[in-house]
């Protein structure tokens, strides 16, 4: 085979060729572009001030006050950071501050941490952890609890508390104390 046929052959056969490769050429030649993310991911949240309130049947259940609730990929976990909340009736409610809280809205389970204080007409309750279930209206924590009445003291390894009917109980390791 002579030089001078090979000049023209490879020209020819690129060209008779070029459906077979023109696709992996253009992906191959295209500048993709990238998109650098600032701030916070598209899917989430955050906000300073806050109020919430929930009501069931026309009957505040819920209304909450948050320096900041903020939520991260999975929304359905909303984040806040000093929280002083109202549960219950407007007639005889509960009020609980906390440091910090986790609002699970699947399950409508809000975790409370970090100095937890519920005050109740009756008494003052102090604990670490409690989880206030929206669906029951109960609050519950097993963590170590201390009630303080106007002539009591009540303290144990857990509690309960029943929004729905008053219903309060202190288990395990529960020590009483007149005062």
């Known amino acids: 085979m002579k030089l001078r046929n090979l000049l023209w052959?490879?020209?020819a056969l690129l060209v008779i060729s070029m459906p077979l490769w023109w696709s992996l050429a253009v992906n191959f030649l295209i500048v993709q572009k990238t998109l650098a993310k600032h701030g916070a991911p598209d899917n989430s949240l955050e906000m300073r001030t806050v109020v919430m309130q929930q009501s069931n049947n026309g009957?505040?259940?819920l209304l909450l006050h948050a320096d900041r609730m903020y939520s991260k990929d999975d929304q359905r976990l909303i984040y806040m950071e000093n929280v002083k909340a109202r549960?219950?009736?407007?007639a005889r409610p509960v009020r609980v501050t906390c440091g910090e809280s986790v609002y699970n809205?699947?399950?409508e389970i809000m975790t409370m941490m970090n100095n937890v204080e519920v005050i109740n007409d009756d008494f003052v309750l102090k604990t670490v952890v409690m989880r206030?279930?929206?669906?029951?209206?109960k609050i519950k924590s097993a963590a170590a609890v201390q009630a303080v009445s106007r002539d009591m003291k009540i303290s144990g390894t857990s509690f309960m508390y029943d929004l729905n009917n008053g219903d309060f109980r202190v288990g395990s390791r529960v020590h009483f104390e007149l005062l």
């Open 9 to 11: 052959q490879i020209p």
């Open 105 to 107: 809205t699947s399950q």
């Open 132 to 137: 206030y279930l929206s669906k029951y209206r």
């Open 59 to 61: 009957r505040d259940e």
């Open 87 to 90: 549960l219950g009736d407007t």
